[in-house]
Nanobody, 120 residues
Framework: QVQLVESGGGSVQAGGSLRLSCVAATYTYCMAWFRQAPGKEREGVAIYTSFGSPYYTNSVKGRFTISRDNAKNTLYLQMNNLKPEDTAMYYC?????????????????WGQGTQVTVSS
């Protein structure tokens, strides 16, 4: 069992920035960020492939950056130039074996989420 704890969410105006953090109780190689907006399905935002390469959903490319500090078992999501459509609950996801998936069912471990609200 891997426990994940997200933090860093908040309310910002459009154009602002936030950095989300996800601390894992134990080191887990396969990690990703998802989000779920009200009335919408949860979607992948940024993932790491099995080779450690980051990929982003089209709507956040050039604005969001996923990174990790393995020494601290921590995953980050730097979010710049935030837009109202980025408003959502953001979740950290992890799996012991499957990396690089955009499908939420392929991740066994989830954090409780951190809310991001962007006002225009």
């Amino acid at each position: 069992q891997v426990q994940l704890v997200e933090s860093g969410g908040g309310s910002v105006q459009a154009g602002g920035s936030l950095r989300l953090s996800c601390v894992a109780a134990t080191y887990t190689y396969c990690m990703a960020w998802f989000r779920q907006a009200p009335g919408k399905e949860r979607e992948g935002v940024a993932i790491y492939t099995s080779f450690g390469s980051p990929y982003y959903t089209n709507s956040v490319k050039g604005r969001f950056t996923i990174s990790r500090d393995n020494a601290k078992n921590t995953l980050y999501l730097q979010m710049n130039n935030l837009k109202p459509e980025d408003t959502a609950m953001y979740y950290c996801a992890a799996d012991s074996y499957r990396c690089g998936s955009w499908l939420e069912q392929n991740y066994n471990y989830w954090g409780q989420g951190t809310q991001v609200t962007v006002s225009s």
